[in-house]
Every structure is written in C-alpha cells, then in structure tokens.
C-alpha cells in the first residue's frame, strides 16, 4: 500500500510540473532595460505609468529597507511626487535606452534626503 501510495504522489508530482506555469524571466522592473520601458509606454500608454510608479514604488520601498539595515538610516522615498519619478525614469531612459531602470531607480534613492 506504502509503494503504491508513493508512486502515485511521485505520478503526480511529475506530471503536474508539465502544466505550470513558466516562472518570469526577471524580477520585474529592476532588470528592464530602457528600450523595454519606452516600447511599452507607446504601446499601453497612461496606464503603464501607474504601472512604472507602482513598481518603482515596491523597489524603492526594498531598496530603502536594505539601506536602512546596511546603514542604519531610511531615505525620504516620498520626497519628491509621482509625477517627478516617472519623469525621470523616462528621462533617463531617453538618454540611454540600454540602461537599466533597476539603476535610474538606485541613483534615485541615493540622492534622497536621509528621513530622520
């Protein structure tokens, strides 16, 4: 009963690895390139910045906890507004589209004031 009972779980084991899902191939906005972030601004338009500010926000918000644990001090992540962090993404994106936007958003923590 114990064999039978193991080669049906390993049976499925086995069998439902071939209908999941693919995993992503990077971890999201941090490994985009530039040249990905304009393609999709042209083709989806006033929602994918929501999208870029959200996922801008998510990173910035880790970033800042690494900081803060490796330097003992947070950084102001709501200095500036929505409106300026897509703008500068998109700027600097503009100005060299191999770049990578997990970068620009690394820069940009770095030159935030420290949140006391």
Same mark, same amino acid.
Request: glycine share 6%; hydrophobic share 45%; proline share 2%.
């Given at each position: 009963?114990k064999?039978?009972?193991? @080669?049906?779980?390993?049976?499925?084991?086995?069998?439902?690895?071939?209908?999941a899902?693919?995993?992503?191939?990077s971890?999201?906005?941090s490994t985009m390139?530039c040249?990905?972030?304009l393609k999709?601004?042209?083709?989806?338009?006033?929602?994918?910045?929501?999208?870029?500010?959200?996922?801008a926000?998510?990173?910035?918000s880790?970033?800042n906890f690494?900081?803060?644990?490796?330097?003992?001090?947070?950084k102001?992540?709501?200095?500036n507004?929505r409106?300026y962090?897509?703008?500068?993404v998109?700027?600097?994106?503009?100005?060299?589209?191999?770049?990578?936007?997990?970068?620009?958003l690394?820069?940009?923590? @770095?030159?935030l004031?420290d949140?006391?």
């Amino acid at each position: 009963m114990k064999k039978l009972l193991a @080669i049906l779980v390993l049976g499925l084991l086995v069998c439902s690895n071939a209908f999941a899902a693919k995993l992503p191939s990077s971890w999201g906005i941090s490994t985009m390139q530039c040249s990905q972030i304009l393609k999709m601004k042209n083709e989806q338009g006033e929602s994918f910045d929501r999208w870029l500010f959200m996922s801008a926000q998510g990173l910035l918000s880790g970033l800042n906890f690494w900081h803060y644990e490796k330097y003992k001090v947070s950084k102001k992540i709501a200095y500036n507004d929505r409106d300026y962090v897509i703008a500068l993404v998109y700027n600097e994106c503009k100005r060299d589209k191999n770049n990578i936007v997990g970068w620009i958003l690394m820069e940009y923590l @770095i030159s935030l004031p420290d949140d006391n």
